[in-house]
């Protein structure tokens, strides 16, 4: 029978290689697990439509996590100083992730995502607990939500030097008004001077963005949640020698909202908010996963209401409103972008 007879094309039809070794497959296979995928394989719209859904849960998800971390740090410092609380945060969080790879049987990251481990850990494991741990023994947290709005901008700064992405005017033009309204209500709010608390806050949006700008960026060479799971490992001497200096020196006063919170900052807040903020980020994209947290801040002001009876001022959530307006025209102007720059199909 001629091959243009056949039912089935010859491209389909598989052949094994002789050559190939079942210890070769098996280093091969474990090579495409450590490094992830790097082309995603064309999908039809009803497939893209439940991934993106799914992607949106997901991420929807760790918007909610990460809006009771304020609260929950508000809450840890009752029983912790500041110092303790990060380091048994971080430890705590590195356990959970170190039994979930090894229960997974996940190898080892490539050598080459190391780098870029390290920034992810330094940013959103170390960095950003640390300083707004700091900046909360000063300020309330419907202030530090506010000022903390301005993550997702914060991000796409850092992301488009380090991508070389070239925004739209308008999306700049919206960016610096969010900023202006931040700056403004800072200003405001620490009657005319910006306090230290405040300078931990914007310390920690850079070191958090850059944490997600290259954890976006490795989520496309691995799956998101060994993302995060990889760096709190990586994180976990330090975090364990800050733990063995920070708890003799501070005192400890243990009681059920100190409890609470250091587990849902170490649980909730930094392993499970973020397996799932990552595997989002990687189902429907940095920029959409983005745009979610733009309701973070106004979630958190509720939280302080309901569960820290703070008082709001009526600054904040018009600057938090204020905030989110401009941040969603930002991502307007990029997804009128991305729209223009498609190739026309025929």
Partial sequence: MRAQDSATPSSSIAVADPAVTPRAAGAAARTAVADGPTTTPAAGPAAEFTAGRSGTVLAGLGVVAFSLTFPATAWGLESFGPWSLVALRSVLAALVAGGVLLAARVPLPARRHWAGLAVVGGGVVVGFPLLTTLALQTSTTSHAAVVVGLLPLTTAVLGSVRTGERPSRTFWVAALAGAAVVIGFTVQQSGGALASGDLYLFGALLVCAA???????????????????????????????????????????????????????????????????????????????SQLQLAQPLLTLVWSFLLLGEEMSAAAPVAAVAVLVCIAATQRAGRRAGRESRPVRS
């Fill in 211 to 289: 944490g997600y700008t290259e954890g976006g960026r490795l989520a496309r060479v691995m799956p998101g949640w060994q993302v995060i799971g990889w760096a709190l490992v990586l994180c976990l001497p330090l975090a364990v020698a800050g733990s063995l200096v920070a708890l003799p020196l501070e005192p400890v006063h243990l009681n059920a909202h100190g409890v609470i919170g250091l587990v849902w900052v170490a649980a909730g807040s930094t392993f499970l908010g973020l397996y799932v903020w990552y595997r989002g980020m990687a189902a429907i994209g940095v920029a959409r996963a």
